[in-house]
């Protein structure tokens, strides 16, 4: 089974330009999620889609960040314009809709973004 | 709100020695899920275990084992015989509230040396 792609791994962008990021989930998930780690810390929850549906964006800074999921599959992230504290590593999750329990999310390798 | 303390910063040990991993967690829901999550220095997050909140067996899987303790609110997950393989950053998360959201806490680096 194929795990959770994302593209590019990395990205070094100047202050004020726009970058985008993109993940393919696990086949079948319902469920998808971006989250931001910064070096250092734990990762923090984005947005998280189920479908193509917005669950929860409660710590998307909509002011430069936005995030789609067109068709129920794919995502991208797009951050506009970029400050420098947005350098971290963008991680993108799945997983499956499983009644009576909370599934666990599988990974891909992030994007790490630098901006200078 | 939900919140996941892991004090631990860093970890070192000798190869075969036993790690435990300590994880505090806060949360108001009666509900939750708690897992443990290895990063190796590639960068992904790779899934170890998950436990529901009405389920305090603690268990053994392989080199892994945790003990769920809800009265102290911990849910600490120890490393049997450690290999240098296991170096990696561990991270406890805790789902509430919104299914599948998972608060983090800052990750215990651990090292192991042969």
Do not use: M
Not at chain 1, 17 to 38: D, E, K, M, R
Not at chain 1, 91 to 102: E, K, M, Q, V
């Amino acid at each position: 089974e194929a795990g959770v792609a994302q593209s590019p791994r990395y990205k070094i962008i100047e202050k004020r330009q726009s970058v985008a990021f993109w993940c393919n989930p696990i086949s079948g998930h319902a469920t998808l999620y971006w989250y931001q780690q910064i070096l250092g810390q734990g990762p923090k929850l984005l947005i998280q889609f189920q479908n193509n549906g917005v669950v929860d964006d409660s710590q998307l800074p909509k002011d430069r960040f936005s995030a789609e999921r067109l068709k129920g599959v794919d995502s991208t992230l797009k951050i506009q314009p970029a400050k420098l504290e947005d350098s971290a590593v963008y991680l993108c999750a799945s997983s499956s809709i499983r009644a009576g329990t909370d599934p666990e999310a599988f990974f891909g390798q992030g994007t790490r973004l630098t901006v200078v | 709100a939900q919140k996941v303390t892991q004090a631990q910063t860093e970890i070192s040990v000798v190869e075969k020695e036993d790690v435990t991993l300590d994880c505090v967690y806060e949360t108001r829901d009666t509900t939750y899920y708690l897992f443990w999550y290895k990063q190796p220095p590639s960068g992904e997050l790779v899934f170890l275990i998950r436990r529901n909140s009405f389920d305090e067996q603690n268990e053994i899987s392989g080199r892994y084992s945790w003990n769920f303790q809800k009265s102290t609110s911990s849910f600490n997950f120890t490393i049997t015989a450690s290999q240098v393989v296991d170096s990696a950053v561990y991270f406890c998360a805790l789902s509430a509230g919104t299914r599948g959201k998972l608060q983090f806490g800052a990750g215990t680096q651990v090292v192991v040396t042969p």
